[in-house]
């Protein structure tokens, strides 16, 4: 049967793209950064995933506001890598598991009722590649896990709330368990921490914030997906909303997961957060 | 329903259809044979894509909060900035009334970029 094994919260901003592409990894202001990767990739060799669940969103780059969908589930073979307006990352395209996927799709839809927009083709650009890059990096001939991304609207309002993410990871929980294949799956859901990037609050951030949401998420993620977006806003900036998918991936590790890695930097514009749990 | 929060824009439906052709124009620059024309001639450019002369005026003048006054969202601007040489931070330092020094004086660790 399936098994979701563990569950990743992470942080993507674009800058890491070009970091990992160049080399750049040891410079001093992006070490730290890097560094609280090492234990998790070593945990994650340990875990085995064979497939990661990507909970992100796209950023303009293969998705358009002439049609939005609110959940938009891969269902390829593999997916290729995007140009978000700076070129096209020198990355393998990525493996998707299209057995898994269909049955996640049949499984949300008729079970769960969560009406999904199924996209036979994706191009993933830096929210999905940099979570990919921080804890599967690659190598010349691919990736070391399957992937299946799962795009949410988190861009243009009306968007889900917090607590419909929350039940969307516990339905995603349930699907993956009910399929008949002996598949490990990691979900991440990525995106955030605080950060706004227009108007005269460009550049907010807040660290109190972000511990606290990382506090709720371990211990009380039911509690905390009543959050409105609202609420995230005034206290994290407009793009903080991203946040929401952090819950998705807290609903599809059980209640009781053990926290084993946390992390938080704040370098720049964007609180880059890390949380992992086991089952 | 949202509320209005002081020096932020909140992207909802209204400022979405007010930035339609805006954006429009920012999705075509996720190609490389798009973002070539628009650097060759950016008025041809800006004309396909129907823009009006006041929306147009904001990207002759690089104005990039008036942009996104005018419905441009964010992620679709950050392709116009790129197209023009204007990276993120740059086009906040601008937003924020500040030199991208002054800018940079104000993050935690200003080699992150």
């Known amino acids: 049967m399936g098994k979701v094994v563990g569950g990743i919260g992470l942080s993507h901003v674009p800058s890491v793209g070009p970091v990992v592409d160049r080399n750049r990894t040891q410079e001093p202001a992006w070490k730290p950064l890097f560094d609280a990767y090492v234990p998790v990739r070593e945990w994650l060799q340990r875990l085995k995933p064979h497939v990661a669940i990507v909970v992100y969103n796209d950023h303009a780059a293969d998705f358009s506001f002439d049609k939005y969908p609110t959940f938009a589930l891969g269902v390829a073979e593999r997916y290729a890598i995007g140009d978000e307006g700076f070129g096209t990352r020198p990355l393998p395209e990525v493996p998707g598991d299209f057995g898994l996927s269909a049955h996640v799709a049949e499984s949300l839809v008729y079970e769960h009722e969560f009406d999904l927009t199924i996209c ?55 699907a993956v368990a009910s399929y008949p294949a002996d598949v490990r799956v990691v979900v991440m859901g990525t995106g955030g921490m605080s950060h706004q990037l ?81 089952e | 329903m949202l509320r209005p929060i002081p020096d932020t824009s909140i992207f909802d439906l209204r400022l979405a259809q007010r930035g339609r052709r805006l954006n429009k124009l920012c999705a075509a620059l996720c190609s490389p044979a798009e973002r070539d024309a628009f650097k060759r001639d950016e008025e041809a450019f800006m004309s396909r894509f129907g823009l009006t002369d006041a929306e147009k005026d904001l990207i002759r003048k690089r104005d990039f909060q008036g942009l996104i006054d005018a419905g441009t969202n964010i992620y679709y601007l950050l392709k116009i900035g790129s197209a023009t040489g204007n990276g993120l931070y740059k086009m906040g330092a601008q937003m924020r009334g500040e030199t991208y020094e002054q800018f940079l004086a104000t993050r935690n660790m200003r080699g992150a970029v």
């Open chain 1, 120 to 174: 036979q083709e994706i191009a993933v650009e830096h929210g999905f590649l940099v979570p990919m890059n921080l804890c599967f990096p690659h190598a010349a001939h691919g990736w070391p896990v399957r992937a299946i991304p799962l795009q949410v609207n988190v861009i243009q309002h009306p968007l889900p709330t917090a607590r419909r993410c929350y039940r969307l990871g516990q339905a995603l929980r349930a």
């Open chain 1, 198 to 278: 227009q108007g005269k609050r460009f550049g907010f951030m807040n660290e109190k914030f972000d511990q606290w949401f990382l506090d709720r998420l371990e211990a009380e993620p039911e509690e905390l997906a009543r959050i409105t977006h609202q609420e995230i806003m005034e206290q994290a900036g407009a793009e903080a909303v991203e946040l929401i998918m952090w819950l998705t991936m807290r609903g599809a590790v059980a209640p009781r997961a053990r926290r084993v890695h946390r992390h938080y930097y704040a370098p720049m514009t964007t609180g880059m957060g890390l949380i992992t749990f086991e």
